[in-house]
């Protein structure tokens, strides 16, 4: 947010001229349909008065901006507890959000800033604006596209800690009628965790994009939305009947009768659609012609294990450990992650479970790691994920002493992230092989044989030497998301960019193509755990690709089944064949869209 309000003019409009429909477009980021009443929300922008303060009361102001600072601290806490349920890829982003709010809020930087600036008898709320203005203007300068998007951030925390010097509280969305429809210039992810989805049918924005946080909290709430949708807020009155159409991207105010009718269908058809989907659960994810392809399950927290479970899924695989290091300041021990994770791995029943080793750095924060993180020009391409667990052995080995304790709990798997060199892999397998002797002369209980040790393939580098990967790894998971950000330099957070981050651009086909294709020739398995793999539209192309396990949020898990079973694998392999040979990305996914159509 911007410490200076925006102004919004909203035209004076006869009767005649207010009951008019009006069709705004967007960026659908969130599908279904959502229809009711208005709820125009005004900008959380706090008022900032600036005025000189007497020498007598500096010591009392900044006693008032400790108090603020601390409230912001308690009311990020508050979120993030209420957010701990989220699944899938929203409830990791969310909680590297609130986590990065709160290391700016006990940053030095900020607060001796600000204490300095009050320390020349400047009131605290001018302090504080003045300060944070000159930390986001600094990130702003910065070449690195994800360190520039901080700018954001930091105003953000900015406007919380003036809310609480000015007593204004967040007026949030306690007071909206059941089905309102939220609409606002912008909604910070923070404020999409506060949304009631038993009050809240769904939302439109002005500003935001397709892949940034807020449009990921809303995919996870299952609550349509519609971001960039200029003009919005001056075009709606409160309690007008709105529909937001989160699939075709679409906000129509004062819908006419027959606009009204057809969506209201639609919803109809919808429920019906998730209904048939529910009853797949118990059906194998088969095609026509008899092909069997495993849909296993991405997890994040431990309370994922049950939702994992009711829709299906065949296993994990995916199991992000980064839940066990975030939000605290101390580390975790071998003893503790061996608990959560047996715990998670029982709760399975006996199907497999991948457990990704460490994958902090970048965009991902933990401040229990900070000091062996360093500081960076460009996190993205720094010290995280294996970089910093082979930087730092002693992590690796804690962590690899719990997994493979934890295979005593069910068949588990071993999975390296940010992988690059046959070396890498080599000495990772070294620290594994190691404390696997170790446990062993302690006779510590673990699985019988060494689990299988797995690499990620999500950088150019890996995927074009997978062929070599393959000699020595015992199994791929390719990544989607970071392999298309690297292949494209897109941060696909970044608005300005974010409409080039695109799965069917051809150097990021062929590959996945060729990793794929290395990891089978050498008769090795390959999944695909990526975005893309819990994507219905993208399954007739791993699937025609050779690829025959896919892991995804559980949510997407019965639609991305009922696409495998309406497929005919031989009829997807050619699809992939002639793909291949095709060299622009409109032409590439026109004809998967054909495909799609007629199944």
Known sequence: MKTEPRKTHVAKRTPKAENKERVFEGLGVSPGVAIGPAHPREGEVARVPEYS????????????????????????????????????????????????????????????????RIAKRLNAEAAVAREIEAIAEAFSELDDAYLRSRASEIREVGQRILRNLNQRGFSGFGDLNVSSVVVAEEITPADTALMDPAKVAGFACALGGAEGHTAIMARSLGLPAVLGAAGIVAGVEPG??????????????????????????????QAKEVKALNRLRKLPAETRD????????????????????????????????????????????????TEVLSD????????????????????????????????????????????????????????????????????????????????ELREARAILLKVWRRLKRRKVRMAKTLPPLGVMIEVPGAALSADALAREADFFAVGTNDLIMYTLAIDRSEEQVAHLYNPLHPAVFRLIHFAVDAGLRAGKSVSVCGEIAGDPRYTPLLIGLGVRELSMGPKALARVKDRVRRLDSAAAARLASEISMLSDAAEIARLLDFFNERL
């Not at 709160?102 to 204490?115: A, C, K, P, T």
């Not at 679409?250 to 269908?265: F, G, H, M």
Request: net charge positive; hydrophobic share 45%; proline share 4%.
């Open 53 to 116: 303060v007497a020498a007598a009361k500096v010591e009392a102001e900044i006693e008032r901006l400790e108090k603020a600072i601390a409230k912001a601290v308690r009311q990020l806490e508050k979120i993030r507890r209420k957010s701990a349920g989220f699944h899938g890829a929203s409830g990791e982003e969310l909680g590297f959000l609130l986590e990065a709010h709160l290391q700016m809020l006990s940053s030095r930087r900020l607060r001796e800033g600000v204490i300095a």
């Open 240 to 269: 007008s009947p709105i529909i937001v159409d989160g699939t075709e991207g679409l906000v129509i105010v004062n819908p006419t009768k027959k606009r009204l009718t057809a969506y209201r269908k639609r919803q109809a058809e």
């Open 290 to 337: 008899g092909t069997r392809v495993q849909l296993q399950a991405n997890l994040e927290l431990p309370r994922e294990v049950g939702q994992a479970t009711a829709v299906g899924a065949e296993g994990v695989g995916l199991l992000r450990t980064e839940f066990l290091y975030m939000n605290r300041n101390d580390l975790p021990d071998e003893n503790e992650q």
């Open 344 to 423: 998670m791995v029982a709760g399975l029943a006996g199907k497999a479970v991948t457990i990704r080793t460490l994958d902090i750095g970048g965009e991902k924060l933990a401040s229990a790691l900070g000091g062996r993180l360093g500081a960076c020009a460009n996190p993205a391409l720094g010290v995280r994920a294996i970089r910093l667990s082979l930087r730092a052995p002693e992590l690796l080995e804690t962590q690899f002493a719990a997994i493979l304790r934890t295979g005593a709990a069910g068949p588990i798997r071993i999975l390296l992230p940010l992988i690059t060199s046959v070396e």
